[in-house]
């Protein structure tokens, strides 16, 4: 529906101070702006302006819902996967290394299976995480029975901008969801509570991979950040995003550990909307542009928080 926006002229503003989870912001608006709520158990008001907005009123959101149908492309699982998971030495093509369970859930969504090599390593003592590469004459069936000794495998010839880019959010959906997909098998995790989420030392990362979630529907909760000590011994940040648990589907997860923590809490209650932490008159008097029809239709302000119009 098409609405109008106009000039409504200068206006005292008031701060409206919202809080979701472990984030929080600030919008600035008239005293005649109407907000729409969600009932709560200790009122019905449906309907309020931001001087009448009280500490703990919810208020209403609107999210565009999922893409029906939409399955992960083989070929964006696997560029999404040689993104998280890849690397490319010197000049060289980009290679992908599968360990352990990703072995068996992600070497079928890539071609060219025949150029996979296997190599063998085991952990230096005393230094985890840190990997020293053991020659195949060396191996035995002992050595790997125990896990001494662990086996990986690579593939070889991929092509450079998997590793290098992001994908185009023009494209069709299938790759864009494959993409996702395909990197949150590398570097995503489902907690206990089914909650998956994404991790990555630079933030550029989880911001493209939220937005290519916003592209078919699924949302995501805002990016922390964490410190976390590196094999160096030296704190570095993290940083890490939760996803939508209703606006995904069991064809995302690629690991059957995901997929099973994600399918016994797929249930759970999402907390969507922003709750009112307080409201402040300011000094300010600045012009105000907006909906002035009291019945105007509602619309979605950045956060998906939906709002009407503004009284004349």
């Known amino acids: 529906m098409d609405a109008q926006v106009g000039l409504l002229g200068q206006r005292r503003l008031y701060e409206i101070r919202v809080g979701r989870y472990g984030e929080e912001r600030v919008i600035r608006a008239a005293a005649e702006h109407r907000w729409l709520l969600r009932p709560k158990v200790a009122h019905q008001r449906v309907e309020t302006t931001t001087v009448g907005l009280r500490v703990g009123d919810r208020l209403a959101y609107s999210f565009p819902h999922p893409l029906p149908g939409v399955v992960p492309s083989r070929a964006g699982i696997a560029r999404g996967f040689v993104f998280g998971d890849g690397s490319i030495s010197g000049d060289a093509l980009a290679h992908a290394s599968f360990f352990g369970e990703k072995d068996e859930a992600l070497i079928r969504y890539f071609d060219d299976t025949d150029r996979l090599r296997t190599y063998y390593y085991k952990y230096l003592p005393g230094m985890p995480g840190r990997k020293l590469h053991v020659s195949s004459r060396e191996v035995t069936e002992r050595l790997l029975a125990s896990g001494e000794v662990k086996r990986y495998r690579r593939l070889g010839g991929l092509p450079r901008e998997w590793k290098r880019e992001y994908p185009a959010l023009d494209g069709n959906a299938e790759a864009i969801f494959g993409w996702l997909s395909g990197y949150f098998a590398a570097d995503g995790d489902v907690g206990i509570s089914?909650?998956?989420?994404?991790?990555?030392?630079?933030?550029?990362?989880?911001?493209?991979?939220?937005?290519?979630?916003?592209?078919?529907?699924?949302?995501?909760?805002?990016?922390?950040?964490?410190?976390?000590?590196?094999?160096?011994?030296?704190?570095?940040?993290?940083?890490?995003?939760?996803?939508?648990?209703?606006?995904?589907?069991?064809?995302?997860?690629?690991?059957?550990?995901?997929?099973?923590?994600?399918?016994?809490?797929?249930?759970?209650?999402?907390?969507?909307?922003?709750?009112?932490?307080?409201?402040?008159?300011?000094?300010?008097?600045?012009?105000?542009?907006?909906?002035?029809?009291?019945?105007?239709?509602?619309?979605?302000?950045?956060?998906?928080?939906?709002?009407?119009?503004?009284?004349?």
Do not use: Y
């Not at 606006?247 to 709750?275: C, K, S, Y």
């Open 194 to 312: 089914g909650r998956p989420s994404i991790w990555s030392a630079d933030r550029r990362n989880l911001e493209f991979f939220k937005e290519a979630c916003s592209t078919i529907g699924v949302w995501t909760l805002p990016i922390r950040e964490r410190i976390r000590r590196g094999f160096g011994r030296v704190d570095a940040k993290i940083f890490l995003m939760g996803i939508s648990r209703a606006d995904l589907t069991g064809d995302f997860f690629l690991l059957n550990e995901h997929r099973e923590r994600w399918t016994a809490n797929r249930n759970a209650v999402e907390r969507r909307g922003w709750t009112v932490r307080g409201v402040r008159e300011t000094e300010t008097v600045d012009s105000v542009f907006g909906i002035s029809m009291a019945a105007s239709p509602p619309l979605a302000l950045e956060g998906n928080i939906l709002t009407g119009g503004c009284a004349s």
